[in-house]
């Protein structure tokens, strides 16, 4: 199965060799997606050959999304070898029950020893996933972890609120009534504790969800909030030209019948101009940059603070946004509420 997935993601990428803009080339690769540290170093090498043939690059970030259970000294040395120079451990939590409310393969043990090993490894660039907002009536356990994290000194952190999605085990138990999820004053409150925390750690907030140190920013991400085109191989994958957004089948099996058939697995639709204008506001006000309100006015002919004067000046006088030199940002209030305030100022 893995060895027909990896030449069915090849195809694609020589199938799609021409979806993105002429012109800029390639600079960041990012395998992820869940368990791409489960693949034979001859898997990776195999595809990253493939880019290599059939696009335009200009590397200056390769990374590797890995589960700690996955991790060892000797593919850290393969993926080195491969010039990986990130690395991105799905840690979750250092606490074993949560792990296993989570349902993870990993033990808090084994996230230790991983972060260990890629120290060892010498990754140029180290990032951890944390998720908040488990319900608990043991308040420091969120703090616990985060310290823990920082304690462990990467110089990249993403942590995300705890979603439950129906077909998981937290979601089977929660239609059961078997589990709660948090309040949101709960889990606003931990988002709180993190963007302090952080900040007094030496961590830059450059995006809602992502803390870095200086020269630890992700630059595949950062390219993809300030509105670069990307392409997206691979079940469930998506991707983004300019003007078309894509989105492939997430199931593995028919991905694999489909490519196999030369049948594309993804579905193109061409975006309105509104809409990437949206998508500018939603993903540009999540980071340190701000949206640019020239930008949309140039490039969209749309002038957010004459078409929603009344919502804005509601804004800056709760001091959720400010607006300096044309661009617009959140203050540390409106990050509790960052997607609401995006979709407050969508043009229709």
Same mark, same amino acid.
């Given at each position: 199965?893995?060895?027909?997935?990896?030449?069915?993601?090849?195809?694609?990428?020589?199938?799609?060799?021409?979806?993105?803009?002429?012109?800029?080339?390639?600079?960041?690769?990012?395998?992820?997606?869940?368990?791409?540290?489960? %693949?034979?170093? !001859?898997?990776?090498?195999?595809?990253?050959?493939?880019?290599?043939?059939?696009? @335009?690059?200009?590397?200056?970030? %390769?990374?590797?999304?890995?589960?700690?259970?996955?991790?060892? !000294?000797?593919? %850290?040395?393969?993926?080195?070898?491969?010039?990986?120079?990130?690395?991105?451990?799905?840690?979750?939590?250092?606490?074993?029950?949560?792990?296993?409310?989570? @349902?993870?393969?990993? @033990?808090?043990?084994?996230?230790?020893?991983?972060?260990? /090993?890629? /120290?060892?490894?010498?990754?140029?660039?180290?990032?951890?996933?944390?998720?908040?907002?488990?319900? !608990?009536?043991?308040?420091?356990?969120?703090?616990?972890?985060?310290?823990?994290?920082?304690?462990?000194?990467?110089?990249?952190?993403?942590?995300?609120?705890?979603?439950?999605?129906?077909?998981?085990?937290?979601?089977?138990?929660?239609? %059961?009534?078997?589990?709660?999820?948090?309040?949101?004053?709960?889990?606003?409150?931990?988002?709180?504790?993190?963007?302090?925390?952080?900040?007094?750690? *030496?961590?830059?907030?450059?995006?809602?969800?992502?803390?870095?140190?200086?020269?630890?920013?992700?630059?595949?991400?950062?390219?993809?909030?300030? @509105?670069?085109?990307?392409?997206?191989?691979?079940? *469930?994958?998506?991707?983004?030209?300019?003007?078309?957004?894509?989105?492939?089948?997430?199931?593995?099996?028919?991905?694999?019948?489909?490519? !196999?058939?030369?049948?594309?697995?993804?579905?193109?639709?061409?975006?309105? *101009?509104?809409?990437?204008?949206?998508?500018?506001?939603?993903?540009?006000?999540?980071?340190?940059?701000?949206?640019?309100?020239?930008?949309?006015?140039?490039?969209?002919?749309?002038?957010?603070?004459?078409?929603?004067?009344?919502?804005?000046?509601?804004?800056?006088?709760?001091?959720?946004?400010?607006?300096?030199?044309?661009?617009?940002?959140?203050?540390?209030?409106?990050?509790?509420?960052?997607?609401?305030?995006?979709?407050?100022?969508?043009?229709?």
């Amino acid at each position: 199965m893995v060895e027909k997935m990896v030449a069915m993601i090849c195809k694609e990428l020589e199938l799609r060799k021409n979806f993105l803009p002429a012109g800029a080339p390639i600079q960041t690769i990012y395998f992820g997606g869940g368990t791409p540290s489960i %693949l034979k170093a !001859s898997h990776l090498d195999q595809i990253l050959h493939t880019i290599y043939k059939f696009y @335009n690059t200009d590397i200056k970030e %390769l990374t590797l999304e890995a589960n700690p259970d996955d991790l060892s !000294s000797e593919k %850290l040395l393969d993926w080195k070898s491969m010039d990986f120079d990130r690395l991105s451990i799905g840690v979750q939590s250092f606490d074993q029950k949560i792990l296993a409310y989570y @349902n993870r393969a990993h @033990n808090a043990l084994e996230s230790f020893q991983a972060i260990d /090993k890629a /120290k060892k490894a010498d990754f140029e660039k180290l990032s951890i996933d944390l998720i908040y907002g488990f319900p !608990s009536e043991d308040h420091g356990i969120w703090e616990k972890d985060l310290f823990t994290a920082l304690e462990m000194d990467p110089g990249h952190i993403s942590s995300y609120a705890l979603t439950v999605e129906p077909k998981t085990a937290l979601g089977k138990w929660t239609q %059961l009534g078997e589990f709660k999820e948090a309040d949101e004053d709960y889990v606003a409150e931990q988002f709180e504790h993190l963007m302090e925390s952080c900040q007094q750690s *030496g961590y830059i907030q450059y995006e809602i969800s992502n803390f870095g140190k200086p020269g630890h920013f992700a630059l595949h991400n950062t390219n993809y909030w300030k @509105n670069t085109a990307y392409l997206g191989i691979g079940p *469930g994958a998506h991707s983004y030209d300019g003007k078309h957004r894509g989105s492939n089948i997430s199931n593995n099996v028919a991905y694999i019948k489909k490519m !196999s058939e030369n049948t594309p697995p993804y579905h193109i639709e061409e975006m309105s *101009g509104l809409d990437i204008c949206n998508e500018y506001i939603l993903t540009s006000l999540r980071t340190i940059w701000g949206t640019d309100l020239k930008y949309i006015e140039k490039t969209f002919q749309v002038s957010l603070d004459q078409i929603h004067r009344q919502m804005m000046d509601s804004l800056l006088q709760e001091k959720m946004v400010q607006i300096k030199e044309g661009f617009l940002f959140l203050e540390p209030k409106g990050k509790l509420l960052a997607d609401s305030i995006a979709a407050s100022l969508f043009v229709h």
